[in-house]
């Protein structure tokens, strides 16, 4: 734009047009920026009333209009709405849970993405395809049979069916690792291979270490979809022990139904961690989102 | 020499093989069988407790007189005709803004995306707290601009409206895939535009949306499908007005009645049978989008991989 702009000016010869036009855009600058403050408070707003309603003391929360600064800021609504439920044992069943399928959904993948990237074997073509079409295959067509399958498996009511496919890798990760892998050159692992590398220790010690902004964004990915997940945790966990976040935080609200001012502190603290790793990680984030929505 | 390359391409395929195995054993166990399964199970009466009795197509039969299967249908459709196309433009909007070489662009940025990161269970239960019809801040501030102020999830005609605002605020996701796509445009095309002398609205119709077409034909894609997916919010929205799903079912989306089916009421064969169907009708929308595509999507020359 201001390439575009200085490019213009350069050109026209009069005084007053390029007046004229620098009026035009300091106008239509300020309308940009007018309007991008303006969108930025509409999408924060949520969040700041989440957080003081948080802080509300209960007395505060029914009251019209509504109160901005909760005063006192009642920070004993965290602990209350805390350890109402159990959320520490939540907490730590979550990150088990979101822990072990980040480990499944990177390494299984990766490993998958290599076989893809790397090897011309008769069925490749076919099987990516393949591999492509059970990204449309839409999740709720497989809930009922798969829960049966973990039914009949002895699953239901632990970890293992939120976890295990995990370690069979999953297809839209393998697509982005593998996409990756092609960019890495041959030189690299031709040297290696002369030097007696078997495929095993290619992988692991030169694909994988290259890769480590692919990785990450899986991880990421991975990390974030089982911390946020709802569905799966909802049908394959009954007994409140071994209850995700996500799980807690909704039965917290039926129970508490007009406690907002706990029910908010609670989804405060579970919102937290997400983002906090958003603003550490929000670069791998946007490269994922890239790498998959943009090639189309 | 023969031998030894026949021998290496045998190598090479069990290595290929070996690699892939994780995802090809995954396919087999956790897509391909309950495929199948669930194709049978959708022509069977099942409840997990006794062995599936066969009933032909009656599921089917059966969905066609089922009212609440019209509603979760009628609800569905309404809801992403309302929010794909709404959300849609308001993520090209917030993206064309961004490319505008703004300063803080990554302030920006990071205001409009962090919202589409968080639980969807935790945004679901403050967008409760903020649709309130007494003491939500949303009506506060339609009072404040003088509009009217719904009762949102407690009246049926304003529930699914209630699901499409609250959609807005994630449209981060598709958000940063416009920007990606705007920032990909060639900049030349700009230039000789403004030599030609276009204006501001010339320039987005004539370049910026063809060249970007592609992007909003596979959002399309995405938001359909999406709509169809759309459960946890429904779930925890839908929780403890009437039967779990809004006032008089206004809120039971598709996949929520689906839930309701094989898992609280354990009808497995007829949950299947509504997967079937689902599973039909994305298939069926996503070839109309992909068919009119050639009419309105457009592919520069080349070098698309």
């Known amino acids: 734009m201001m390439a575009l702009a200085s490019r213009a000016r350069r050109k026209s010869s009069s005084r007053q047009a390029r007046l004229s036009r620098q009026a035009a855009d300091r106008l239509g600058r300020a309308v940009v920026y007018l309007l991008l403050v303006g969108t930025s408070v509409c999408f924060l707003i949520p969040l700041f ?18 109160v901005w600064i909760p005063h006192p800021a009642e920070w004993g609504n965290f602990a209350r709405a805390l350890t109402t439920l159990p959320f520490g044992r939540f907490a730590f069943n979550t990150l088990v849970i979101a822990g072990l399928t980040t480990l499944g959904n990177v390494f299984a993948s990766a ?16 099987l990516f395809l393949v591999m ?23 699953w239901i009511n632990s970890f293992a069916p939120l976890t295990v496919p995990a370690f069979f890798g999953s297809a839209f990760y393998i697509f982005l690792i593998r ?5 890495i050159p041959s030189e690299l692992t031709d040297a290696a291979y002369i030097d007696g590398a078997n495929e095993w220790a290619i992988f692991v010690r030169i694909y994988l270490p290259l890769s480590k902004p692919a990785l990450t964004a899986v991880a990421v990915f991975s990390f974030q ?19 995700t976040l996500q799980l807690g935080l909704s039965e917290f609200q039926g129970i508490f139904h007009t406690q907002w001012n706990l029910i908010m502190a609670a989804s405060t603290v579970i919102m937290l961690p997400m983002v906090v790793i958003f603003f550490l990680a929000q670069r791998y984030f946007i490269q994922g989102i890239l790498m998959t929505g943009v090639q189309g | 020499m023969a031998r030894k390359a026949h021998s290496l391409r045998r190598h090479e395929t069990a290595m290929g093989y070996f690699f892939i195995s994780p995802w ?24 997990l407790l006794t062995p599936p009795t066969f009933v032909g197509l009656q599921n089917y039969r059966t969905m066609l007189s089922d009212p609440n299967f019209w509603q979760a249908l009628q609800v569905t459709f309404y809801y992403a005709v309302l929010s794909v196309p709404l959300d849609l433009i308001i993520a090209l909007a917030m993206a064309l803004l961004l490319n505008q070489r703004v300063r803080f662009m990554r302030w920006f940025r990071t205001f409009f995306y962090l919202p589409a990161l968080l639980p969807p269970v935790a945004i679901s239960v403050l967008w409760n707290w903020i649709l309130n019809p007494q003491y939500g801040i949303l009506n506060e501030a339609l009072g404040f601009l003088g509009l009217p102020q719904p009762q949102w999830l407690l009246a049926p005609q304003w529930t699914v409206p209630a699901y499409v605002v609250m959609s807005i605020w994630g449209v981060g996701t598709w958000m940063v895939i416009f920007l990606a796509g705007l920032q ?26 063809p060249m970007i077409s592609p992007v909003l034909f596979f959002d399309l894609v ?13 779930y925890v929205l839908g929780q403890g007005i009437g039967s779990g799903a809004g006032v008089s079912n206004a809120g039971l989306f598709y996949s929520l009645y689906l839930y309701q089916k094989g898992f609280s009421e354990l009808q497995m064969g007829y949950a299947s049978a509504l997967g079937w169907v689902l599973c039909f009708i994305v298939l069926m929308l996503s070839l109309l989008v992909f068919k009119s595509s050639a009419l309105w999507v457009y592919y520069g020359g080349g070098d698309r991989s």
């Open chain 1, 132 to 154: 492509l079409a059970t990204l449309m295959v839409p999740g709720q067509i497989l809930l009922v049979p798969q829960f049966i399958l973990f039914y009949k498996l002895g």
């Open chain 2, 184 to 209: 990909n445009v060639p900049q030349q095309l700009y230039e000789a535009a403004v030599l030609d002398g276009a204006g501001v609205g010339r320039k987005f119709w004539n370049i910026t949306l």
């Open chain 1, 225 to 243: 979809g089982a911390w946020n997940d709802f569905l799966a945790p909802l049908i394959y966990l009954n007994s409140q022990k071994l209850y």
């Open chain 1, 111 to 126: 490993m998958v993405a290599y076989g893809f990237a790397r090897f011309r074997f008769p069925g490749r073509r076919v």
């Open chain 2, 222 to 234: 995405m938001g359909i499908v999406g709509a169809f997916s759309y459960f946890t919010q429904a």
């Open chain 1, 49 to 66: 009333w989440l957080v003081t309603s948080a802080l509300k003391p209960t007395d505060e929360i029914f009251v019209f209009p509504q």
């Open chain 1, 179 to 183: 996409q990756f892998f092609m960019g």
């Open chain 2, 24 to 47: 090809l054993i995954g396919l087999l166990v956790f897509m391909a069988g309950p495929l199948i399964a669930s194709g049978y199970l959708s022509l069977t009466d099942y409840n």
